[in-house]
């Protein structure tokens, strides 16, 4: 979500520094939180109503030979589960990780661990009967 323009920052503290009324009516009229427009008086007093800079969140712990590690123990043990491959990178490269973590390096590498493509399911039931829904008039 990108921030809010200055413009509009300007607009409400404003509106709100000449007493046009409290922070959650003038959120209202500008669309905004009241806690954002708090913040926004409280930064322009302070002197600057830029937004922030994006503070990218936190680093990696896994290094590229941890991820090639992932990699190669999917492909090599393809019905090994997430779980079992955070269990042998922890033991193998000490790092552990959520098996979230996992899923997303192997969706980044494009490893894929499906045995077979999904296929569509048949108009008759094992039985060799045909199926309620195939059999019904529309």
């Not at 969140?57 to 090994?80: C, F, P, Q, W, Y």
């Amino acid at each position: 979500m990108n921030p809010y323009s200055v413009d509009l920052r300007q607009r409400a503290v404003t509106a709100y520094e000449r007493g046009e009324g409290s922070y959650v009516e003038i959120a209202r009229r500008y669309d905004v939180c009241a806690d954002s427009l708090r913040d926004w008086c409280r930064r322009y007093r302070a002197g600057s109503l830029a937004p922030l800079p994006h503070s990218g969140g936190d680093r990696s712990i896994l290094t590229d030979e941890d991820r090639d590690h992932i990699v190669k123990m999917a492909l090599d043990r393809n019905d090994a589960t997430l779980a079992e491959l955070g269990d042998d990178l922890a033991a193998q490269r000490g790092v552990r990780v959520t098996e979230k973590t996992i899923c997303v390096v192997l969706k980044e590498r494009d490893v894929t661990r499906k045995k077979r493509r999904g296929t569509q399911p048949s108009a008759r039931r094992r039985n060799g009967k045909p199926s309620e829904k195939s059999t019904k008039k529309k």
